[in-house]
């Protein structure tokens, strides 16, 4: 059976191929009474748009590429926020009538064929996760005019829209909260120093701990479990006396409560642990873990509104979503 035609549909409404086309394509300087008369000759006769011919026409694609630039498989493979992110922002497009094309470029060539990919316009917006300092795709991807947004703050000077959570502030309230119960040694292990949430929760860490007039005792992790554990491991080598770490993600704190077990360190007898997301796992330690609350899937739906209020011609202003802190046993 041979498809239904704009000609055909056309011809049953009694009007021309332009005005059936500004019906489907959705402008709206068509008439009410004509936009019903071809609407139902497009039901009655099933017609759908030709996707390709439609992009010609309307110069859109209706999809949205979430790139995820990252240098280590660790954040596809290991964190489990990494599906909450693509989850939420799936569920904004894909309600908005975009689909979603899942993009990940962790390698120099797959950056380039992410930045050729979008150059082309086969998307029509980008939501950029998981920067990093030094990586150049950004700034490509900017510099093609395709609306771009980045679901974190970027970690260097680049004016596109973003939307984090309050990284200095739920850093503070994880650290405050270790000298309320008396901690005086308090480490820390940070993410990757290029990624704007490490730098603004090391910030805030030796911020509060100098207002205190106590040390920073520092350690660097990717914010994945193994770098958590050797971390924790190098920071007890470095200061056997402390009594608290504060890591900056929950992989690396529970990371470092199994290397503070294999020291025959108890936690939190000799040594509390905080850790920051609250992914599900942190219920399930042991013992469970204090951690800060960070509305990851918020953030990730709210990258996605921003994008397509872009989309829109809406402002785009930056956006900070607050955290919380949630007390278990580890403190």
């Known amino acids: 059976m041979r498809r239904p035609t704009l000609e055909a549909v056309a011809t049953r409404a009694g009007v021309s191929k332009s005005t059936v086309s500004r019906v489907v394509n959705g402008e709206p300087t068509v008439a009410s009474d004509i936009r019903d008369l071809v609407m139902r000759a497009v039901n009655d006769l099933g017609y759908t748009p030709n996707p390709a011919a439609r992009s010609l026409v309307t110069r859109r694609t209706d999809s949205i590429a979430v790139i995820v630039s990252d240098p280590s498989s660790g954040l596809v493979s290991d964190d489990p926020m990494f599906s909450t992110v693509v989850r939420a922002a799936s569920r904004e497009f894909e309600a908005a009538g975009k689909q979603v094309v899942l993009v990940l470029a962790g390698s120099d060539d797959a950056r380039v064929r992410a930045r050729q990919f979008v150059a082309a316009r086969h998307v029509d917006g980008v939501m950029l996760v998981s920067m990093h300092g030094a990586d150049p795709l950004p700034s490509a991807l900017a510099a093609t005019g395709v609306p771009l947004v980045s679901h974190g703050r970027p970690a260097f000077r680049l004016d596109v829209p973003w939307v984090d959570n309050d990284n200095t502030g739920g850093a503070a309230q994880a650290v405050r909260h270790l000298l309320e119960r008396g901690r005086r040694r308090i480490a820390t292990i940070s993410g990757p120093l290029d990624m704007s949430a490490a730098q603004d929760r090391i910030g805030a860490y030796r911020e509060v701990l100098s207002e205190t007039g106590r040390r920073s005792i520092v350690a660097i992790g990717d914010f994945t479990r193994i770098s958590g554990a050797e971390a924790m491991a190098q920071l007890l080598e470095d200061d056997p006396a402390l009594d608290a770490v504060f890591a900056a993600n929950d992989l690396m704190a529970i990371g470092a409560m199994r290397a503070l077990r294999r020291a025959g360190r108890r936690v939190p007898d000799d ?19 204090t951690t800060v609350r960070s509305p990851m899937g918020e953030q990730a739906a709210a990258s996605a509104r921003l994008l397509l209020g872009l989309l829109r011609g809406e402002p785009a202003p930056p956006v900070i979503l607050p955290t919380q802190l949630v007390v278990r046993e580890s403190s």
């Open 271 to 289: 040594v509390a642990v905080v850790g920051y997301d609250d992914i599900e796992a942190a219920l399930y330690t042991d013992p469970p873990l």
